[in-house]
């Protein structure tokens, strides 16, 4: 069961995303790394981390795009979809979207979707930084892009840009050196 769960993920993605080949990348290589962190680390259930970190960025299609904020936009197409909790969770709350959903007009959706933390969080979240469409990044530089994303949205408030950028820091640390002590 687990193999089919990504295999869907890997069907859905090719299927709604093959016009974008900047998001299925992305996709893929955030999957590759959810892979690696999860079995390295023998987290349970790597296949959740796998296939939300393949679709993590569905909600990015035009056709899905309802609120203009990703993370929920992709959250709720899953829900739609009949996709497991689990993974509605982590592709909704990915990179501490429940800080600065209700400054993009998405917050009430996003109350209605449970979420993960610990370690699955953290791996997803870390999986989404370290892999960017053509390289592999360092947790420092996927931070720089989202601060860099995240200045040109004038809606979100200094305080929570910085709040959220030091909490993915921290998650992102906390994956790397659990990985470097492997």
């Known amino acids: ?6 295999r869907y993920a890997n069907e859905l993605a090719t299927l709604t995303m093959s016009d974008h080949p900047e998001l299925l990348e992305a996709g893929e290589r955030a999957a590759e790394q959810a892979r690696l962190s999860a079995t390295t680390l023998a987290r349970p259930r790597p296949d959740m981390l796998i296939a939300a970190a393949r679709l993590h960025g569905v909600g990015h299609l ?6 203009g904020f990703a993370p929920v936009d992709g959250a709720v197409y899953l829900l739609g ?9 982590l592709v909704g709350h990915q990179l501490q979207a429940r800080m600065v959903a209700r400054y993009l007009g998405a917050g009430p959706q ?3 979707i449970a979420r993960i ?7 997803l979240d870390f999986s989404i930084l370290t892999t960017g469409v053509g ?11 989202l601060r860099r994303q995240q200045e040109a949205d004038k809606r979100i408030p200094f305080r929570v840009q910085d709040q959220r ?5 921290r998650a992102g640390r906390r ?5 470097t002590v492997q």
């Open 165 to 169: 950028l030091a909490r993915l820091s």
């Open 175 to 179: 994956v790397d050196e659990a990985l």
């Open 110 to 112: 996003l109350s209605l």
């Open 1 to 6: 069961m687990p193999e089919q769960l990504v």
């Open 117 to 123: 933390q610990g370690w699955p969080a953290d791996i």
């Open 81 to 89: 979809l009949g996709w497991p909790d689990p993974v509605v969770s």
């Open 62 to 67: 035009p056709d899905v795009m309802k609120t």
């Open 135 to 145: 390289a592999v990044r360092t947790v420092s530089q996927g931070l720089d892009a």
